[in-house]
């Protein structure tokens, strides 16, 4: 039981650093781009008391039975086989998912992070703001509706303007621009008002708008905590989603965490059982602490790059000695 498993897809960026550990320390590991696995032979038996995993790679067969721990790192969409009929497509597409569902329920060892934990966190930021409160955090006022009454009614209690987000991060094609990503906007009165038909098609979320001295970027990964501190009111296009611009041009910085937050993220991590989690937090211009959400596979690697925080060392020494 001294293999690792990565479950990701070919072009994942942050396996790189993380595998270049793995090779460095001696550590054989089984990589799974799962877009391709349609193309591969791979097999679950159960019998009585035990079952059984093999995928065939390169005329080899792989077992997969025992493995020491899984990486659960951004897998993709199976890509079904062209020679398949557009009328069978969505049908392979659906056993492909089911299979990957037990495939992932039956391997045993440990998970960075298990898919179900995942899955009850993505995109579920009304979830995690409840939990984040248990262990002591503090979290924005908060509205999810599609009822434009409801939002006006909640941004004029929040002093008339508001942060508004969407629920999952969407790419929504702009006449004459193509493709774009919908980032944090803040919005007032009027922007409801004039937008009030186009609020019932779909769910929206309006958070209180709180004034930043900065952000931060906190990777959690088992119990190695890196913090990285944003400075993102130093730009106009930033001040509101410092996603907007090149990151990169973003003063990022190191910073000292107190031990009571430092428990308080572990705390969280326990509760949902995650391995590794990305956190992200406003601080006020009064030092308060604000947490925004957690994404149970969010990035790292442009922190690691820029301030040479050891995140993908972290990630390699947990997946050889689980713990």
Request: aromatic letters at 12%.
């Amino acid at each position: 039981m001294d293999k690792i498993l990565i479950i990701t897809n070919n072009n994942e960026a942050t396996c790189k650093p993380v595998i270049r550990k793995l090779e460095l320390w001696g550590q054989s590991y089984i990589r799974i781009n799962t877009e391709f696995l349609s193309n591969k032979k791979i097999t679950i038996m159960h019998e009585r008391n035990s079952q059984k995993i093999y995928l065939k790679y390169r005329n080899k067969y792989l077992d997969l039975s025992n493995i020491k721990s899984v990486w659960y790192r951004h897998p993709e969409k199976i890509i079904i086989a062209k020679n398949i009929k557009d009328k069978d497509i969505e049908f392979a597409e659906y056993q492909w998912q089911s299979f990957l569902w037990s495939l992932y329920n039956s391997i045993n060892g440990f998970w960075m992070n298990n898919p179900i934990a995942s899955k009850l966190l993505e995109h579920n930021k009304l979830h995690q703001m409840k939990l984040a409160e248990l262990v002591g955090f503090k979290t924005p006022k908060t509205i999810i509706t599609n009822d434009a009454e409801q939002l006006l009614i909640f941004t004029k209690e929040m002093d008339g303007e508001v942060a508004l987000k969407v629920l999952r991060p969407t790419l929504v094609t702009v006449e004459n621009k193509g493709d774009a990503f919908i980032y944090t906007n803040k919005v007032s009165i009027d922007y409801i008002k004039q937008h009030y038909k186009d609020i019932k098609l779909a769910p929206v979320l309006a958070q209180e708008y709180i004034d930043k001295k900065f952000e931060l970027r906190v990777t959690v990964v088992n119990n190695e905590i890196f913090a990285c501190c944003i400075d993102s009111q130093a730009n106009k296009h930033t001040n509101i989603d410092w996603r907007k611009k090149d990151t990169l041009l973003l003063t990022h910085s190191e910073y000292n965490l107190s031990e009571d937050i430092k428990n308080k993220l572990r705390h969280f991590m326990k509760i949902f059982n995650l391995v590794y989690g990305a956190f992200d937090f406003i601080i006020t211009p009064e030092g308060k602490l604000i947490f925004l959400e957690v994404n149970p596979s969010g990035q790292w690697l442009w922190i690691e790059r820029l301030i040479k925080l050891p995140i993908s060392e972290a990630i390699a020494r947990y997946l050889i000695s689980p713990v």
